[in-house]
C-alpha cells in the first residue's frame, strides 16, 4: 500500500477514511484532522485556554502535544488517583506526565490532583511549569514528597 500524498510506501492504513499515509504525511494529517474538527464543531478558539486531562498514556500526552503545536492555550492536568495495582501505576504515569512535559512541550504548564492519606480531599496544584522545572509539594500534604 502507497501513501495517497507522496506514492512512498504507506506506515498506515486507516479504512474508515479510506486513506494510506507514510509517517511523515501521517504527522501532518493528525493535526489537520484536529484543527477541523475542532473549527468543525466550534469547541474553542486560540483566545480560550484549554486544560487536557493527561493520563501519561500516548492519546492524552499526543492531544496535548498536538493542541500546544497548533497554537492553542493548553495546561495539562494529571490526576494522581494512588493506583499501585503491583506495578507502582499511578507514580509511573505522573513520572511519564512530567518527563513529557519537560521533554517536549517548551512552553507548558502542568496541575496535578494528588489524593493524601491525611485527608478526604484531593490536593490541587500548579505542579509545574516550564520556567519551574519540577513540580512544588501539596501543601499540608503528608505524601507531598512521593
Ligand atoms: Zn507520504
Known amino acids: 500500500m502507497k501513501c495517497?500524498?507522496?506514492?512512498?510506501?504507506?506506515s498506515i492504513h486507516m479504512?474508515?477514511?479510506?486513506?494510506?499515509?507514510?509517517?511523515?504525511?501521517?504527522?501532518?494529517?493528525?493535526?489537520e484532522q484536529t484543527e477541523r474538527f475542532i473549527k468543525k464543531y466550534e469547541m474553542f478558539n486560540r483566545d480560550e485556554k484549554i486544560l487536557v486531562a493527561v493520563s501519561g498514556g500516548k492519546d492524552s500526552l499526543s492531544l496535548w502535544d498536538i493542541l500546544v503545536r497548533l497554537g492553542y492555550q493548553v495546561d495539562g492536568l494529571y490526576l494522581g488517583l494512588g493506583i499501585d495495582g503491583g506495578i507502582?501505576?499511578?507514580?509511573?504515569?505522573q513520572r511519564l506526565t512530567e518527563e513529557f512535559a519537560q521533554r517536549i512541550i517548551s512552553n507548558f504548564t502542568w496541575w496535578i490532583l494528588k489524593r493524601n492519606t491525611a485527608s478526604?480531599?484531593?490536593?490541587?496544584?500548579?505542579?509545574?511549569?516550564?520556567?519551574?522545572?519540577?513540580?512544588?509539594p501539596c501543601a499540608g500534604s503528608p505524601n507531598a514528597t512521593k
Open 88 to 93: 507502582n501505576y499511578s507514580h509511573e504515569s
Open 4 to 10: 495517497k500524498k507522496c506514492g512512498e510506501k504507506a
Open 120 to 136: 478526604p480531599y484531593p490536593c490541587w496544584r500548579k505542579a509545574a511549569t516550564a520556567d519551574t522545572g519540577s513540580p512544588a
Open 15 to 31: 479504512r474508515q477514511h479510506k486513506l494510506a499515509l507514510c509517517k511523515e504525511h501521517y504527522l501532518e494529517w493528525v493535526p
